[in-house]
């Protein structure tokens, strides 16, 4: 399979440690970002409030590159940038780029004032997600594939190589793979 090396359609999520803060909370922090362009790579749009669609993206900050949304997942929060727009590079530095973005939304939303002592992501394990079930289908070949790039934006995210992939859902579902720390921080 060829076409995953031009895998352009990626997702990465990071999930929150225990908060008691809202995705609702997040619609005036996404309006002062946008004011204050606060995400400097990127050019903030709109917010858009999906909190009430049943497994929905929740509260969603628009931008050209790509999506932030922050929604209620398995009762924690989850933080999922979507990215939208083509990237040069090797795969292995567009879901760097992909990862970086998220980190860097997380870092500015532990950092808000509101926030503060009330949100904070777990920086043991990311989701890499496939939003192009046809260059990248949720099949175990994808997975093996895909696993060297994973490998190494992993080895430098977490600072050693003692992590696990491993291939997440079924078939008819996109290809998400979960990479987790074996040494907790």
Same mark, same amino acid.
């Given at each position: 399979?060829?076409? %995953?090396?031009?895998?352009? #359609? ?12 809202? @995705? ?5 922090? %996404?309006?002062?970002?946008? #004011? ?17 669609? @049943?497994?929905? @993206? ?7 590159? =790509? ?7 398995? =009762? ?8 939208? #727009?083509?990237?040069? =590079? ?24 509101? %926030? ?6 777990? #920086?043991?394990?990311?989701?890499? *997600? ?22 190494? *934006?992993?080895?430098? %995210? ?10 997440? =859902? ?16």
């Amino acid at each position: 399979m060829e076409y %995953f090396m031009e895998l352009q #359609r990626l997702s990465v999520k990071l999930v929150a440690e225990s908060t008691t803060v809202k @995705p609702l909370e997040l619609v005036p922090v %996404f309006h002062a970002w946008i #004011r204050n362009q606060k995400l400097k790579d990127h050019l903030m749009i709109d917010v858009a409030d999906y909190n009430h669609v @049943p497994e929905g @993206p929740g509260t969603l900050l628009v931008t050209y590159e =790509g999506n932030y949304s922050l929604a209620q997942e398995d =009762g924690k929060i989850a933080l999922l940038y979507q990215r939208k #727009r083509l990237l040069a =590079g090797t795969l292995t530095e567009r879901l760097n780029t992909a990862l970086k973005a998220v980190l860097t939304a997380s870092e500015l939303l532990e950092q808000e004032d509101e %926030f503060r002592d009330r949100l904070s992501f777990d #920086r043991n394990r990311f989701w890499v *997600i496939s939003n192009d079930r046809l260059s990248l289908p949720n099949t175990e070949q994808s997975f093996e594939e895909l696993s060297p790039a994973l490998s190494e *934006i992993a080895t430098e %995210f977490f600072g050693h190589d003692n992590f696990i992939l491993s291939r997440q =859902g079924g078939e008819k579902e996109r290809l998400s793979v979960l990479v987790e720390s074996s040494v907790l921080n």
